[in-house]
Nanobody, 111 residues
Framework: QVQLVESGGGLVQPGGSLRLSCVAS????????VGWFRQAPGKEREAVAR???????IYEDSVKGRFTISRDNVKNTVHLQMDNLKPGDTTVYYC?????WGQGIQVTVSE
């Protein structure tokens, strides 16, 4: 059974940073495509950052230069370092590992 456990969300002021982490179990992690998505109320879930099987990283345009996705294949973990956060980044973020979803974690950027 695949389990994804997310952590690292919370409240931060504009310009601040957060680091999301997602620990995976029950899956062969090192060969799996991974990614972070987000979904605002009433909107479709969108890909924020992904690492393909080839190792290629892909970022949504609005986060390029601010967010960095990385993976640790020893710890079965995928991270999302989020810098220079903006109020528009406020929403629930989801980890995805080979098509499996985490429970979601809230990120709020506000004064």
């Amino acid at each position: 059974q695949v389990q994804l456990v997310e952590s690292g969300g919370g409240l931060v002021q504009p310009g601040g940073s957060l680091r999301l982490s997602c620990v995976a179990s029950g899956i062969i992690f090192r060969t799996a495509p991974v990614g972070w998505f987000r979904q605002a109320p009433g909107k479709e879930r969108e890909a924020v950052a992904r690492i393909q099987v080839t190792g290629t990283t892909i970022y949504e345009d609005s986060v390029k230069g601010r967010f960095t996705i990385s993976r640790d294949n020893v710890k079965n973990t995928v991270h999302l370092q989020m810098d220079n956060l903006k109020p528009g980044d406020t929403t629930v973020y989801y980890c995805n590992v080979f098509g499996n979803w985490g429970q979601g974690i809230q990120v709020t950027v506000s004064e």
